[in-house]
T-cell receptor, first 114, second 114 residues
């Protein structure tokens, strides 16, 4: 079975500072991993995903995430936060090469301080 | 394409009433998902369809919930009778391929059951 743990339901960073949102997963088989973002009063949209190949994945809006198998992690980072990054971020996992549903984490709300 | 369309955007109803939520997926997408989002439980997958056929409804909370997809361009999620604990935001999403491809979310229906 798969599961996702996002550390910190709320994270606050200053504008211009590094953004780090943590995600750890549990999977009995190699995973596909995703980060989605939800802006206020909107549905989720894909930021980036890891399927195979390069473990450092670049997404939209300057975000990137690195798949670390040894740490079972897929943390999301952005070098310099912008006010427009304020949103809720969801990490998700699904098993590779198997037909199964995506499991979402509980989300981390990112606050940007001026 | 207009994206995933959901209606209504907001619904306020009284306990015991029937509620019907509607979704039009992106044309050409063969997977459709219904999710529920609450503060307490986060984002939960209720049911998903492939080519109009329900594949996994293990997330449907109880018999009061039912979902149909009569054709490739329309799906409904029905709650009968509704209860206050059903209050949540309900999202519909669609994708070409369930595992690898991006899920495109609609704007959601915010349901309040009094």
């Amino acid at each position: 079975a798969q599961s996702v743990t996002q550390l910190g339901s709320h994270v606050s960073v200053s504008e211009g500072a590094l953004v780090l949102l943590r995600c750890n997963y549990s999977s009995s088989v190699p995973p596909y991993l995703f980060w989605y973002v939800q802006y206020p009063n909107q549905g989720l949209q894909l930021l980036l995903k890891y399927t195979t190949g390069a473990t450092l994945v670049k997404g939209i809006n300057g975000f990137e995430a690195e798949f670390k198998k040894s740490e079972t992690s897929f943390h999301l980072t952005k070098p310099s936060a912008h006010m427009s990054d304020a949103a809720e971020y969801f990490c998700a996992v699904t098993p590779m090469n198997r037909d199964d549903k995506i499991i979402f984490g509980k989300g981390t709300r990112l606050h940007i301080l001026p | 394409d207009a994206g995933v369309i959901q209606s209504p955007r907001h619904e306020v109803t009284e306990m015991g009433q029937e509620v019907t939520l509607r979704c039009k997926p992106i044309s050409g997408h063969d997977y459709l998902f219904w999710y529920r989002q609450t503060m307490m439980r986060g984002l939960e997958l209720l049911i998903y369809f492939n080519n109009n056929v329900p594949i996994d409804d293990s997330g449907m909370p109880e018999d009061r919930f039912s979902a149909k997809m009569p054709n490739a361009s329309f799906s409904t999620l029905k709650i009968q009778p509704s209860e206050p604990r059903d209050s949540a935001v309900y999202f519909c999403a669609s994708s070409f391929n369930r595992v690898l491809e991006t899920q495109y979310f609609g704007p959601g229906t915010r349901l309040l059951v009094l």
